[in-house]
């Protein structure tokens, strides 16, 4: 198990940038796929980009490919969201997520898979 704990967000622009955080504690990081999933206000959760223990990355939509960005460090038991380019459509709680997984699976943003969650950091957008 691996605890994780979100951190970074804000307040921003439109076209602004913010680089989320996602602090992992217990042991064996580099087990875990790691996925960033958000919620907007009054819909439901939804995946933004996942990345497998072996670094595949899989975007959940088109949209956020070429603005998002995940990256992990598993020395430092790190894994960060880049955001660029940010629109107020993207104002949601974002959240980090672990699954423990084979070296070989693929990245994958399906959120039951996913059973360690972090509590989330609000990312608002102002228009």
């Known amino acids: 198990q691996v605890q994780l704990v979100e951190s970074g967000g804000g307040l921003v622009q439109s076209g602004g940038s913010l680089r989320l955080s996602c602090a992992a504690s217990?042991?064996?990081?580099?087990?875990?796929?790691i996925g960033w999933f958000r919620q907007a206000p009054g819909k439901e959760r939804e995946g933004v980009v996942c990345?497998?223990?072996?670094?595949?990355?899989?975007y959940s939509s088109d949209s956020n490919k070429g603005r998002f960005t995940v990256s992990r460090d598993n020395d430092k038991k790190m894994a960060y969201l880049q955001l660029n380019n940010l629109k107020p459509e993207d104002t949601a709680v974002y959240f980090c997520?672990?699954?423990?997984?084979?070296?070989?699976?693929?990245?994958?943003?399906?959120?039951?898979?996913?059973?360690?969650w972090g509590q989330g950091t609000q990312v608002t957008v102002s228009s």
């Open positions: 997520a672990a699954k423990n997984q084979i070296l070989t699976a693929p990245a994958t943003c399906a959120q039951d898979d996913y059973y360690n």
């Open positions: 217990g042991s064996q990081f580099n087990r875990y796929g």
């Open positions: 990345m497998s223990r072996a670094g595949a990355v899989k």
